[in-house]
């Protein structure tokens, strides 16, 4: 996403709630100014070897409780900066479903992905 003075259009997606408990506190700190509203989060379901996300991208309000997103801004405003992080992956498939739904909610978007082995 890179250092910017105006964050009202950086957004930081997790593909997992692992991923957002896990390194949700360093994207805080990383940018400043972001609000709660902009740090994301994807449910998934995982059965046996399958993975199933859902369409829904959630965050955590100021109480601490997941809320959808979706219902809130449902879209990303056109020129977006999001930047998806991952804490582990192996074949980068959950990265892809997020990128997926993602370029669903916008149509000009700025993107990048970081996976961190934590």
């Known amino acids: 996403i890179g250092v910017k003075e105006d ?12 991923a957002h408990r896990r390194c949700y506190t360093m994207a805080v700190k990383a940018l400043g100014d972001i609000g709660l509203n902009q740090v994301l989060f994807i449910e998934k379901e995982r059965v046996a070897e399958q993975t199933e996300h859902k369409d829904i991208l959630y965050y955590v309000n100021p ?35 997020a990128a ?11 993107g990048a992905a970081l996976a961190i082995h934590a």
Do not use: Q
């Open 7 to 18: 964050v009202s259009k950086c957004y930081v997606v997790f593909p997992d709630a692992g």
């Open 100 to 110: 997926k739904m993602i370029r669903k909610r916008v149509d000009k978007v700025n």
């Open 63 to 97: 109480k601490g409780e997941s809320e959808s997103w979706d219902k809130l801004a449902g879209e990303f405003p056109d020129g977006a900066h999001v930047l998806l992080v991952d804490d582990f992956t192996n074949s980068g498939s959950t990265l892809f479903e």
